[in-house]
């Protein structure tokens, strides 16, 4: 168009301004963020991984090789990286295990995700594409596994010792996996399929000793030794009161105070109290209770030292300063109810049990009560270990296996470790894209691709070479050999399932669903805007 003098030249409606950089040096930045999340925790996957020493500000240290507590306690700052951390949040609440290998994948994952936004192909294409691709890895994953029934006690141990050989305490997995599958077997709920609650098994950590003196109890036990100092320390045939009242004289109202004048009066507030006290103490003995377990009270003294004297006279073992929020667990094993007024301590709302009797462990004393009649579904473990972080890594490590148990009593099939499904996955995936036509081919070739970051990683903790590993696991796949992984003990490729590796079908299923759905999250942002505080 020729503009001529004294026209002005239109400008083209629409065509606003638009940086077009932007949204991809966004999309950049938080796919490297993520990315280097999943890189920090890649050398401690698999039985041969690395530990991470992590120092808190305070001066506390951990020693975990457990993805999700090493990134709860990753100081993380970047929003999309902080994803990453939600996610292996989300895997250990899912299936308990698997919350490193959830990130390596899904690190993988955006590495594809890069390559592809390279090539010039639409974020919601890709997005799209993954979706598709994982529920194709589902499938392919539920067709590779075997049932399992709850009663087959073998395979159950067997994925229990697969997730602790990876941990500190795996020496001891031969001694931790079986102590794992009973406890979960004892308070999986008959009536209800597939429903295990693990706030009914109580882990107790006791300093002292080592991994292996760690014991199940069929009963209930107190990390509090019993209080007084001449009352009975062992007790048979026991009658247990559990009680929310104070044994000791009553207060004033916080803001009163009250003012002795003379002795006299002095001796009348003291024999008022004796009294008080006393007519407590009379109608314990009178209900017949011989051990008494009390909470802790905010406002004064649970059990005054006058009680004390007294119920250590009558031989009644006390146990007091039991925390609030451990009641609930208590009567839920002893099948009672809480005891709130004077009033209602009688024979009928105590609960009997064989044996009560305080124990030494280590440095400490505990009070374990056992052959509880009628005893609720819940069950203790009392951990022990050399030291603080050893312990806590053993709680952490059980915590694990006592998740593996579960996911099995949600899903009753087993699968292959030590990389085998996701190579499999891979092949399959690759042979699918084939047949695919367009934008797809290359996402779901992608996809199959990033797959193969777990046995490469598996092969490079191990010290094997990676690329020949995976080249050869690839091979024996393609002929086949559906169950063949990494065996990084031998530093060989051999049939896994012969191996006794084997891991929940849940675990696997929950990190590629988890893993692309984040993925496909961070793949959709395309600006951050921060906003006025």
């Not at 996610?87 to 690190?107: F, H, K, N, Y």
């Not at 500190?168 to 794992?180: D, R, T």
């Not at 059980?398 to 899903?411: G, I, N, P, Y």
Request: glycine letters at 6%; a neutral charge.
């Amino acid at each position: 168009m020729v503009v001529k003098p004294g026209m002005t030249a239109m400008k083209p409606q629409g065509q606003a301004y638009k940086d077009k950089s932007k949204p991809a040096d966004i999309r950049l930045s938080n796919i490297n963020a993520a990315k280097a999340v999943s890189d920090a925790i890649r050398t401690s996957l698999g039985p041969r991984g690395m530990d991470k020493m992590i120092q808190a500000s305070n001066g506390e240290v951990t020693i975990t090789n457990d993805g999700a507590t090493i990134l709860k306690q990753m100081n993380v700052i970047h929003p999309a990286a902080k994803m990453l951390v939600e996610l292996s949040r989300a895997q250990d609440v899912e299936a308990g295990d698997g919350t490193t290998s959830v990130v390596v994948v899904a690190g993988a994952l955006l590495e594809a995700v890069e390559k592809l936004l390279q090539m010039g192909i639409h974020p919601t294409a890709i997005s799209e594409a993954f979706q598709r691709c994982s529920t194709k890895a589902v499938e392919i994953l539920t067709e590779m596994s075997r049932p399992v029934e709850l009663n087959d006690r073998e395979s159950l141990i067997k994925s229990a010792s697969t997730s602790l050989n990876s941990k500190v305490v795996s020496q001891h997995s031969s001694m931790l996996a079986p102590l794992a599958v009973d406890a979960v077997l004892k308070v999986t709920e008959s009536h209800a399929q597939g429903s295990v609650d693990l706030k009914n098994i109580k882990i107790i950590r006791s300093l002292g000793g080592t991994i292996e003196d760690t014991e199940l109890i069929d009963g209930l036990v107190f990390t509090q030794r019993s209080s007084g100092v001449n009352g009975p320390k062992r007790v048979e045939k026991a009658k247990i009161g559990l009680i929310q009242f104070c044994i000791s004289a009553p207060k004033t109202d916080m803001d009163h105070s009250v003012i002795v004048s003379d002795y006299a009066a002095m001796d009348r507030v003291l024999k008022e109290e004796r009294a008080y006290i006393l007519n407590i103490v009379k109608q314990i003995k009178k209900s017949g209770c011989n051990v008494l377990l009390v909470q802790k009270s905010i406002l004064r003294d649970a059990v005054s030292d006058l009680a004390q004297h007294f119920l250590d006279k009558i031989k009644v073992m006390v146990v007091k300063d039991i925390e609030r929020e451990d009641i609930e667990f208590v009567c839920k094993t002893l099948r009672c109810r809480p005891i709130a007024s004077l009033d209602h301590f009688v024979a009928e709302n105590m609960v009997n049990a064989d044996l009560v009797e305080e124990v030494a462990s280590g440095s400490t004393k505990f009070v374990k009560v056992t052959g509880i009649q009628n005893m609720g579904q819940t069950v203790s473990i009392v951990v022990r270990g050399s030291n603080k972080l050893v312990l806590e890594e053993a709680d952490r490590s059980l915590h694990d296996a006592l998740c593996v148990v579960r996911c099995l009593v949600k899903k009753r099939a087993l699968i292959a470790g030590g990389g085998a499904p996701e190579i499999e996955m891979a092949l399959q995936l690759a042979a699918y894209a084939q047949t695919l036509q367009g934008v797809d081919a290359y996402c779901f070739r992608g996809f199959a691709n990033a797959l193969e970051v777990i046995p490469s990683t598996l092969a490079e903790n191990a010290g094997l070479n990676p690329i020949a590993t995976v080249t050869e696991l690839r091979n024996r796949h393609a002929q086949g050999e559906k169950n063949a992984g990494i065996n990084v003990r031998k530093g060989a490729i051999t049939d896994i399932l012969a191996e006794n590796v084997v891991q929940p079908l849940l675990v696997s299923i929950s990190s590629i669903t988890l893993a692309s759905e984040t993925v496909r999250s961070i793949l959709k942002i395309d600006d951050i805007v921060n906003t006025m505080q």
